[in-house]
């Protein structure tokens, strides 16, 4: 079995700055992509951010130049680094790996329990 488990969500004041964290385990044998979508009460599941093996990155439109992804390999984690947060920012956030299992022949997509980011004053 594999497990996406997230965490550092919280409230923030506009203007500032949280880090998520995203840490998989289980009996993986390889990881491909990693991302983090969020959803908005009443609204679609979005993409943030996702991070390939290379560490090649891609971002919507609406948190460029504010959110930076990252991960390591090594710990099997992927970060979101969230800086000038905006009230819109406020949702649910969801890790996202693409997984190879060990000795699985198909890679399959995992999700963690989603870790809440509120954005107020």
């Known amino acids: 079995q594999v497990q996406l488990v997230e965490s550092g969500g919280g409230l923030v004041q506009p203007g500032g700055s949280l880090r998520l964290s995203c840490a998989a385990s289980?009996?993986?044998?390889?990881?491909?992509?990693m991302g983090w979508y969020r959803q908005a009460p009443g609204k679609e599941r979005e993409l943030v951010a996702v991070?390939?093996?290379?560490?090649?990155?891609n971002y919507a439109n609406s948190v460029k130049g504010r959110f930076t992804i990252s991960r390591d390999n090594a710990k099997k984690t992927v970060y979101l680094q969230m800086n000038a947060l905006k009230p819109e920012d406020m949702a649910g956030y969801y890790c996202?790996?693409?997984?190879?299992?060990?000795?699985?022949?198909?890679?399959?997509?995992?999700w963690g329990q989603g870790t809440q980011v509120t954005v107020s004053s």
């Open positions: 991070i390939n093996g290379d560490g090649i990155a």
């Open positions: 996202y790996a693409a997984v190879l299992r060990l000795y699985s022949s198909q890679w399959e997509d995992y």
């Open positions: 289980g009996r993986i044998a390889s990881i491909n992509g």
